[in-house]
């Protein structure tokens, strides 16, 4: 918006929705900038940016996962189920949703929405011969978290680093 008079020197105006917030939620600053089309005669132009001003733009909702086994065998799917609350308590109804699976420091995400209830139902697909240690959680989508909120193993043994045996005759 546009302020079209004079303010005076150590002034204010202040501007109501100004500024629409980003939708993603994350660390944000704001710098305001005054006549910046030079329309109005100035004898200095230095003074017209504003420092930043910092501000966090937070989730409108929090979710969490859960698996219900401690081990499962290679090449079976994984079921992750949770539930979604807005800050004030009542559930995130018909949100899109990311869930998130780490291992070795390698994280992936598998999509899916909230039902009515806020509760939501997703099966982690692991590799043909992955197994080894891995945590979980879900969060409003593209925040990238990485906090465990569960955890659970696939079992699995690799015999001689993978590598074929080889066997000497003498």
């Known amino acids: 918006d546009f302020v079209s008079q004079s303010i005076p020197a150590g002034g204010t105006v202040q ?32 003074n017209n940016t504003s420092d930043p001003i910092a501000f966090k733009v937070k989730p409108d909702f929090e979710a969490t996962a859960s698996v219900v086994a401690d081990y499962f065998l290679r090449n079976t799917p994984v079921p992750i189920t949770g539930k979604a609350l807005q800050s004030n308590g009542s559930p995130a109804a018909n949100r899109d949703l990311e869930v998130y699976i780490i291992t070795k420091g390698f994280r992936r995400t598998v999509q899916t929405n909230t039902d009515e209830l ?33 955890n659970f193993n696939i079992l699995g043994v690799n015999v001689n680093s993978g590598k074929v045996p080889q066997f000497r005759v003498e």
């Open 118 to 150: 806020g509760n939501y139902s997703v099966d982690f697909i692991p590799l043909a011969k992955e197994a080894g240690y891995y945590t979980v959680g879900a969060s409003f989508p593209g925040m990238g978290l990485t906090v465990e909120q569960d």
């Open 15 to 46: 501007i109501q929705n100004a500024v629409q917030a980003p939708n993603l939620p994350g660390d944000y600053k704001l710098i305001f900038w005054v006549n910046p089309t030079m329309t109005m005669t100035e004898l200095l132009s230095t």
